[in-house]
């Protein structure tokens, strides 16, 4: 199932924002991609692995060898005058008729790499799941943080209400004191609240190795919808076919 998980982003990339230097969703998981040390060392020792194959199969190849050598010698005897020539070239060609160590080595290298492949290739969607739940992690503080807000400035003008009522005599000290409780109470979800955005953001940070202070709101009209025929042992099903460990 997680292979469907990045075109799920580029979906997602059709969030809208007000905010002009906002990341989108995408912008968040390429910069993962460029970042995440994880995923940088899954791609090396899959490149290395790749190479190790070519390296173990040129074991199997004719091994050719050609040498050559040139001589040239001269007599200064009084008694006699000539020189000499000599050459030689030699043409060697070596090649393994069977041998079944040979064989087993590229097929072990070969499964090293098809299984560096797919872990590479799981680390990648593994990354972009931790980029779509620390994205939204974020999206839903900072909702919550402004319906909070909405609250606090709702509980203020209350206050502020009760409090002229209270000075000309028309409510009680208890009731100017619910009042108080009320928005004293929300303020301290405010801080709550506040601490959760900072904490979202510096997972995004610690993720892309970016300060990303705001990101978009979906857009009002974003289609999302549920599958009427979706259930538990489909899901299993799906998972099971998709699943690049088990396959």
Known sequence: MKKHIISSFIAAMTISSATVHAESLYDVYKLALQTDPGLRAAAATY???????????????????????????????????????????????????????????????????????????????????????????????????NTTLAQVKSNKSELDQVQKQYDVGLVSITDLQDAQAEYDAVKVTELTNRANVAYAQKVLLQLTGRVITDIPELSKDYPIQLDPNMSVDSLIQK??????ELN
Do not use: C, H, R, W
């Open 239 to 244: 998972a099971v076919k998709n699943n690049k």
């Open 47 to 145: 490149k290395a692995q790749g190479e190790q194959v070519t390296v173990t199969k040129g074991s199997l190849y004719p091994n050719i060898s050609l040498s050559g050598s040139l001589g040239y010698a001269k007599d200064d005897n009084p008694s006699t005058d000539y020189n000499t020539k000599t050459g030689a070239v030699s043409l060697d060609l070596d090649y393994p008729i069977y041998s079944p160590a040979l064989d087993y080595g590229v097929d072990a290298v070969e499964l090293t790499y098809k299984s560096s492949g797919v872990t590479y290739e799981n680390t990648k969607e593994d990354l972009s799941l931790t980029a779509l739940t620390d994205y939204f992690n974020l999206l839903m503080a900072q909702s919550t943080l």
